[in-house]
């Protein structure tokens, strides 16, 4: 099992605290392109749905979004703010082929180990329908950490995230770059990586 329970610990404590720093109508550009990188009506899969914001979005904009979350306590937050009926799973659920047309894995496989990372990313593609797009969001740096509230991160260079999608059959479209103020305080860079089967 990749759950890491210490990580699990911190957002089932603190999703209201979590909610309360995400929640906002402000723009998302990169949850827009991938909107439009999609057919009418498409598939998609939102890993690690947190509050339930981005797939709120999505369905909005008349996609079909399973969300999936592994923290009980974000679930309820999904449903609570959005009326997101998101499905308690880990990446370790992740299974089947040529079922979404999308994945939007924005800052969730940052949690993954780096032992699992790859594996969970060959699943999506697997789970990808032929011209399936993904968007990964990832913390960068060089280590396996834990930040100041208890959380697990695997951080990765743009070089090594972009050896790992290519070997598992992704082509990379798109880099986007920023940093942010995370729920510990800290502000940390991270990358937004476009990609598709």
């Given at each position: 099992m990749s759950v890491d329970k210490e990580t699990l610990a911190v957002y089932e404590a603190r999703a209201s605290d979590y909610a309360k720093m995400v929640e906002t109508d402000a723009p998302f550009p990169a949850l827009d392109?991938?909107?439009a990188r999609l057919p009418k009506g498409a598939t998609v899969l939102d890993l690690g749905c947190g509050t339930g914001r981005a797939s709120a979005r999505m369905v909005a904009?008349?996609?079909?979004v399973d969300a999936r979350?592994?923290?009980p306590a974000m679930i309820e937050q999904a449903r609570a703010?959005?009326?997101v009926e998101a499905q308690l799973a880990t990446f370790d659920d992740?299974?089947?082929?040529?079922?979404?047309?999308g994945v939007w894995a924005n800052f969730s496989l940052l949690h993954a180990s780096k032992a699992d990372f790859p594996r969970h990313l060959l699943a999506l593609h697997r789970a990808l329908k032929p011209t399936g797009h993904l968007h990964l969001g990832m913390k960068t740096g060089?280590?396996?950490i834990r930040d100041g509230i208890g959380r697990f991160y695997a951080l990765y260079t743009q070089?090594?995230?972009?050896?790992i999608l290519t070997n598992v059959g992704f082509q990379i479209s798109r880099c986007a770059f920023g940093q942010d103020v995370g729920l510990d305080g800290v502000t940390a860079p991270w990358i937004l990586i476009t990609a598709h089967v």
């Open positions: 392109a991938f909107i904009a008349g996609l079909n979350d592994a923290s703010l959005y009326g992740i299974s089947g082929d040529d079922i979404y047309n060089t280590a396996e070089e090594e995230l972009d050896h």
